[in-house]
């Protein structure tokens, strides 16, 4: 009966937690999977703010397209997108807007749109910078536009 309650007292002590190299393991293991993880998340990122840019783009081309329809013309350029939240003194009474539920956002990045009517090859163009918020540039940093 003794041998059954040292061998239970010794069991008792070595089920206290973890030890240092199993906790060492379990780090490693965690840092290996971020190491592969992260980079693939953060490209994806930079994907989603280009599609962000797109699709606003697109949306400032539908509510354009409303004012055109109203007004008889596309806003100018001093104009720019705040045509489409308050009505110009060139609109006259032919605007019917707010054209956009909210104010006028900026890019994904943080810079504002560029608007310019005429465009370079159309009626008018709404340019997005990309990140680095200059002209030109590749990957994320290339220019995003609604032509």
């Avoid at 930079?46 to 055109?68: H, M, N, P």
């Amino acid at each position: 009966m003794e041998f059954a309650q040292i061998r239970g007292q010794a069991g008792a002590h070595k089920a206290g937690g973890f030890t240092l190299l199993e906790l060492l393991v379990v780090i490693v293991i965690i840092g290996l999977l971020a190491a592969y993880v992260g980079p693939k998340y953060f490209s994806q990122l930079g994907k989603s703010e280009v599609t962000i840019a797109k699709a606003q783009i697109e949306a400032f081309e539908k509510s354009l397209d409303t004012y055109r329809l109203d007004v008889g013309r596309y806003p100018s350029t001093e104009e720019g997108l705040a045509a489409l939240l308050a009505a110009p003194a060139s609109a006259g009474a032919k605007w019917n807007g707010p054209y956009l539920k909210k104010g006028v956002p900026p890019d994904p990045w943080g810079h504002p749109y560029q608007y310019k009517a005429p465009g370079s090859k159309g009626e008018f163009e709404i340019v997005s910078l990309g990140r680095d918020g200059q002209p030109g540039g590749s990957g994320e940093d290339a220019d995003i536009s609604s032509l």
